[in-house]
Nanobody, 122 residues
Framework: QVQLVESGGGLVQAGGSLRLSCAAS????????IGWFRQAPGKEREFVAA????????SYANFMKGRFTISRDNAKNTVYLQMNSLKPEDTAVYFC???????????????WGQGTQVTVSS
């Protein structure tokens, strides 16, 4: 079992920055990768970024345009999403999720956090 808790969301002006945190606990040794997703009102959930647990590989959605950075703090079992130059269209609930191959192999996310709200005002 893996537990994920997101934090760091809030209200920010356009052009501002936020850092989201995803703290993992439980069987963290079984994690292959952590992904960030977001879901805006009335829209489907979309992929934002991902990092493998060893921190050697990252991937980003095209809309990032260099504004977002995903990173890992192994000592704290925490993955961060640094968001800069935020835009109103970034407003969404942001979720982190863990891919655990021992559950269903790679390529799917088996554990999800509760989400944290990010609101960007114009």
């Amino acid at each position: 079992q893996v537990q994920l808790v997101e934090s760091g969301g809030g209200l920010v002006q356009a052009g501002g920055s936020l850092r989201l945190s995803c703290a993992a606990s439980g069987r963290t040794f079984s994690i292959y990768a952590i992904g960030w997703f977001r879901q805006a009102p009335g829209k489907e959930r979309e992929f934002v970024a991902a990092i493998n647990w060893s921190g050697t590989t990252t991937s980003y959605a095209n809309f990032m345009k260099g504004r977002f950075t995903i990173s890992r703090d192994n000592a704290k079992n925490t993955v961060y999403l640094q968001m800069n130059s935020l835009k109103p269209e970034d407003t969404a609930v942001y979720f982190c999720a863990a891919d655990s191959p021992v559950v269903a192999g790679t390529g799917s996310y088996d554990y999800w956090g509760q989400g944290t709200q990010v609101t960007v005002s114009s």
